[in-house]
């Protein structure tokens, strides 16, 4: 889905950016799992995460950022 995202982040008129960073299809992590991981390793890059925004729980848990934002998304929730 690199490619696609590429192009919508683009078409908004996002572009500059370092880094795209994506979960890889197939993997076994739990969304959890994976993005507070993948928040770590950006850190971990000397990166300051100063916001965490996103329509489900699952999205902010974790940690690895200074504060979260939870996004009402009346179409789905994931418990």
Do not use: C
């Amino acid at each position: 889905m690199r490619q696609p995202t590429t192009e919508n982040l683009q078409a908004q008129g996002y572009s500059g950016w370092d880094g795209l960073t994506l979960k890889p299809a197939g993997t076994t992590l739990t969304t959890v799992a994976y993005k507070s991981g993948a928040r770590a390793a950006i850190e971990q890059q000397g990166y300051r995460i100063i916001a965490n925004v996103g329509d489900q729980y699952s999205d902010l848990a974790g940690g690895h950022e200074d504060t979260a934002f939870k996004l009402p998304n009346p179409f789905y929730f994931l418990p």
